[in-house]
């Protein structure tokens, strides 16, 4: 139950918040991150899982879904952060209606390669940890 709700917690925990910048290719202001990222999350609580986020890009500003596997157990929601140059900042939140605890990831983009740590907001039990995603 413990690892079920520790699940929950951290994947209801990406987002941020949009800014002005337009997106460009590497070397621009923003790195260009809409699309597909996949790949694993150590987490403090639960054993190691996977995600899986799909970002959509409109100036800084990114919404999107995602989805995490960890202990046998899935969960997903939304998703609202930014891009700042090549730091993300994502709100993970849950698809699970009346819950106010959230994932905050703060990851650094290099090419196709998205990796940094994430903490959980305002959950009964928070988890944190490191998550390493390569855009498919």
């Known amino acids: 139950m413990t690892r079920c709700f520790v699940v ?3 994947c209801a925990l990406f987002g941020g918040c949009g800014g002005t910048d337009s997106p460009t290719a590497p ?3 923003n790195e260009i991150v809409g ?3 996949a790949g694993s999350v150590n987490d403090s609580i639960s054993d190691p899982g ?3 986020v799909t970002l959509s890009q409109e100036a800084a500003a990114l919404t999107g879904s995602w989805a995490w596997v960890a202990d046998g157990q899935s969960t997903g929601g939304w998703i609202g952060g930014s891009v700042n140059g090549k730091a993300i900042s994502l709100s993970l939140h849950s698809g699970n ?3 106010n605890c959230s994932v905050e990831v703060s990851a ?3 090419s196709t390669k998205m990796s940094g740590t994430y903490a959980g907001i305002n959950c009964p039990v928070s ?3 490191r998550v390493d995603l390569t855009k498919q």
């Open 108 to 110: 650094t983009v290099a």
């Open 127 to 129: 988890g944190a940890g």
């Open 97 to 99: 209606p009346g819950t």
């Open 27 to 29: 070397g621009g202001l």
């Open 35 to 37: 699309g597909t990222w």
């Open 50 to 52: 996977t995600l899986r």
């Open 8 to 10: 929950v917690t951290l």
